[in-house]
C-alpha cells in the first residue's frame, strides 16, 4: 500500500519537508484556493504537481475535487456544472493524476459536536454526541421540523431494508440495536436538560465545530470568515426541500453516468468518500453509509472507474456496519483507503478510536487492501490515516481540525508497523501486473 498524507496546500502549516522525513511517498490534497464551480485549469494543477514533485513526493490522490449542490440537488446548472467538473477530470489527467475521492452529502462534509475531547491518557479525539447535535439542529438553527424528526431518529438501528445491517447488528458489542442507546434513550428530553444549561459560549462552540471548524478549510461550502453561516445553512437547506433518498440517488447515478466517459478516456478512477456520520441528518438524505448503499451505487453506474474511498472510520461509526466483511466484498472496487477507527458509546455517542482499536480492525483491513494494486500504473492501493488523537501539543500549532501532525505521525507509524509484520510474517501475495 502507497503510504500517503493529507496536506492542504503551500498554506499548510505541515510542510512537505516534515512529511518526507516521516516516510510519506504520497500526498493527498486539492486546490484549495479555487472557487466552487470554476475549472481547475492544467496550469495550476501542474504548478501545485511540480511543487509537491520538488519535495520529493508525488500527488497521488485528489481529496476533493467538489461536487457542487447543484448536481446534488439537480438544479438547473446542473449539466453545466457538470461540463465543469469534466474538463477539470481532464487536466488532471493530463497532469498525471488519476485518482479522484468526492463525496455527495449534503451540504454538510463531515460533523462532530466536540473537536478536542479528553482521553485517559491527556490526548483528546473528534467526539460526536447526538444530543449535542440535535441541540444544535433545534435551539440553534431552529430547522422547521427538527424537533419531530429527532422524537423520531434512531440512528443505531438497521436502515430500513438492509438485511445485512439486521444480521451485523448481532456481532457488535459495543451498541445495543434499537433506538439510540437502546429503546430507553430520549434523545429530546437530554436536549432539553441541555438547553437549561447552556451557555453563549458553548452554543457558539457548536456553530464553530459542525459548521465552520470542520467546513472551513476546504473547498466547501462555508468558509472561516462567514460572517452568518446559519444564515447560509438555511438557504443550502431551502435547496433540498422535496429531495428524498430516491432523488438524491437518482442524482447521483445522472452525475457519474454523465462523467464515466471522461474518466475512461482518461484513465481516472471515481472514489466516492461515505456519509460522516452514516446517518440521515437536518433533515437531509445520506445515501453512502451502509453495504446496501455501497452496492446500489457500484450497481447503478457498473462502470470499474465508479468506486469507493473505503473509510473504515466513518463506516465503523455505524453500529450496523460490519466493516471487515464491507472491506472483503468492495475491495475490488476499492480505489483509496482512509484507516482510521471510531468507538461506539451504550448511548450511541462515538469518537475517534485508537488506530489499533475500535470497531474497525485495521490490522484485517490491512490484510484485505494490502495486496491490491490501483491502475493505471500499477502503484500500491494508496491509504492515508485520518483523524489522528491531538496530542503533545498539536492543538497549539493551529493545525486543522481532526488533521494533527503528531497525532497522525504515530496513527502512521502503528500502520507501517502493521503492514510490516504481515509482510514479514506472511508475505503478501503477488498482485497481478499492470493493477488488472
Partial sequence: MEK???????????????????????????????PLGEVWTREAIRDLREYIEAAGLRWSVVES???????????????????????????????????????????????????LHPNPDGSSNL???????????????KRKGAREEWKNMAPLSSP???????????????????????????????????????TPEREHELVENIVIKTQGFVSGNFREDDEAPLELFHQLLAKYEGID????????KYFLEAIMPTCEECGINMCVHPDDPPIPILGLPRIVRTAEDIRWFLNAVPNPHNGLTFCAGSLSAGAYNDVVAMAREFAPRTHFVHLRSCHIFPNGDFTEASHLGGRADLIELCKIFGPL?????GEGLPFRVDHGRTMLGDETRGYNAGYSFLGRMFAMAQMQGVLATLEHEAPLPAPPQGGE
Avoid at 488519476?98 to 460533523?111: E, Q, S
Avoid at 433518498?245 to 447521483?252: E, V, Y
Wanted: aromatic share 10%.
Fill in 373 to 377: 494494486l490501483t491502475s493505471p500504473k
Fill in 127 to 141: 467526539y460526536f454526541s447526538y444530543a449535542e447535535f440535535a441541540y444544535f439542529d433545534i435551539y440553534i438553527l
Fill in 4 to 34: 500517503t498524507w493529507r496536506w492542504f496546500g503551500k498554506k499548510d502549516k505541515i510542510t512537505l519537508a516534515m512529511l518526507r522525513q516521516i516516510g510519506i511517498e504520497g500526498i493527498v490534497t486539492a486546490l484549495h484556493d479555487v
Fill in 245 to 252: 433518498k430516491d432523488q438524491l440517488r437518482a442524482n447521483m
Fill in 65 to 115: 475535487l467538489p461536487v457542487t449542490e447543484t448536481i446534488k440537488y439537480g438544479g438547473p446548472d446542473r449539466d453545466q456544472q457538470i461540463e465543469v467538473y469534466k474538463e477539470s477530470l481532464r487536466n488532471l489527467a493530463a497532469e498525471g493524476i488519476y485518482t479522484v475521492c468526492y463525496n455527495f452529502m449534503p451540504v454538510l462534509d463531515w460533523a462532530r459536536t466536540d473537536l
Fill in 160 to 198: 430500513e431494508g438492509d438485511t445485512d445491517a439486521q444480521s451485523s447488528i448481532s456481532k457488535t458489542t459495543e451498541a445495543p440495536s434499537g433506538a439510540v442507546g437502546g429503546a430507553a434513550r430520549n434523545i429530546l428530553a437530554e436536549v432539553d436538560a441541555l438547553a437549561k444549561e447552556m
